[in-house]
């Protein structure tokens, strides 16, 4: 993606590619919904790695697949909320939909992170999580900094974790969905990053020209108010690249 594409104007219309419908149900319609569950861990992942030999090309070729690892309950409990958010704050909410538009979201706000261009995020990231990260971005080397951006091509995988419905004190409603990203890098990072895990590697093609890539991950929490006459936008509120941005 061109770096153009992350100007002002663009950031917006990802904005909205997200809201889906803006509508709302008429006030004699929206009944209160149930509060939210206790936060819950993005979903486990592993990741499977498989060989074969590429048509016309010399050595092996490496394909990726990632695996989900989740429970029954977990997958329940995420539908029935995503009925609820039909029921109650958009007939024509599609997990489906927004997933895309949370894809693109993800692969923008990545690279403009990567780039030092916190400027143009103000109509994506609240404003309480631009400001933590004007101060982790500051103090990030260059190799985690290139390790953050993520090319829409380079997701291999895309899956919703946490999903919660709640009110505030005024009777605002508001609803936010934790989406979990797999994404191929190529950065000069070390095998081994701070934390807790070692990072996948993947090497791309024969014997005398190798691609070097790293699997990775990121964690980013979308919220949307619903409150009649609220703006139909979704904003982060979350942002986690576990191992580059502590």
């Not at 979201?105 to 404003?127: I, N, T």
């Not at 971005?137 to 985690?144: A, M, R």
């Not at 095998?191 to 020209?209: H, M």
Request: glycine share 6%; aromatic share 10%.
């Amino acid at each position: 993606m061109a770096l153009r594409c992350a100007a002002p104007g663009r950031v917006r219309w990802l904005a909205r590619a997200l809201a889906g419908s803006a509508r709302l149900l008429p006030p004699a319609a929206a009944a209160p919904g149930p509060p939210g569950p206790a936060r819950t861990r993005p979903p486990q992942l592993s990741a499977r790695f498989a060989s074969s030999a590429g048509s016309g090309t010399e050595g092996p070729q490496r394909r990726v697949m990632v695996v989900r690892i989740t429970s029954p309950f977990a997958w329940l409990r995420t539908r029935f909320y995503y009925l609820l958010i039909r029921l109650y704050f958009d007939q024509e909410f599609s997990i489906e939909e927004f997933t895309r538009g949370a894809k693109q979201a993800f692969s923008v706000v990545s690279k403009l992170l990567s780039q030092r261009k916190l400027d143009l995020l103000e109509e994506l990231v609240s404003a309480e999580v631009l400001q933590v990260l004007k101060e982790k971005i500051s103090l990030l080397p260059d190799s985690h900094r290139d390790a953050l951006a993520a090319d829409i091509d380079a997701i291999m995988y895309t899956t919703e974790g946490d999903v919660r419905i709640y009110y505030d004190d005024d009777g605002r409603k508001f609803v936010s969905i934790l989406m979990c990203f797999w994404y191929l890098n190529g950065a000069n990072l070390p095998d081994e990053v701070p934390g807790e895990a070692k990072v996948f590697q993947i090497v791309f093609g024969g014997e005398n020209t190798t691609e070097k890539k790293h699997l990775l991950t990121a964690n980013y929490e979308f919220q949307r108010e619903f409150t009649e006459g609220a703006k139909p936008d979704w904003t982060i509120t979350r942002i986690e690249h576990p191992r580059l941005l502590e």
